[in-house]
């Protein structure tokens, strides 16, 4: 059973910086991809962030693509979202996922298999 459970989330002000925090509880494979998404209301879910544990290359989408830093700490069980420059339009729910890996990598994809319930990040103007 694989539990993810995220924290940091809080309200700054556009220009400030969050760190956010995803403790990974259970097995999740040999090879996976853990992952940053956002939801905000009306909008579709999107990817920020997502790391390969073979390589733990990280794949960012140009909205957020010098601003946030996606990292990880095995032996703690740790993924971590730095996030800094925050704009009004990062203000959304984030969530922590996991993804045993396979053949089509850990970019351009939203069918993670394991997700937290999220932590709330809102940037005032």
């Known amino acids: 059973r694989v539990q993810l459970v995220e924290s940091g989330g809080g309200s700054v002000r556009a220009g400030g910086s969050l760190r956010l925090s995803c403790e990974a509880r259970?097995?999740?494979?040999?090879?996976?991809?853990m992952g940053w998404f956002r939801q905000a209301p009306g909008k579709e879910r999107e990817g920020v962030a997502t790391?390969?544990?073979?390589?733990?290359?990280?794949w960012y989408p140009d909205s957020v693509k010098g601003r946030f830093t996606i990292s990880q700490d095995n032996a703690k069980n740790m993924l971590y979202l730095q996030m800094n420059s925050l704009k009004p339009e990062d203000t959304a729910m984030y969530y922590c996922?996991?993804?045993?890996?396979?053949?089509?990598?850990?970019?351009?994809?939203?069918?993670?298999?394991?997700w937290g319930h999220g932590t709330q990040v809102t940037v005032s103007s």
């Open positions: 259970g097995y999740i494979a040999s090879r996976y991809c």
């Open positions: 790391i390969y544990s073979g390589t733990f290359a990280p």
């Open positions: 996922a996991a993804l045993s890996y396979d053949d089509r990598g850990c970019a351009f994809r939203t069918d993670f298999h394991y």
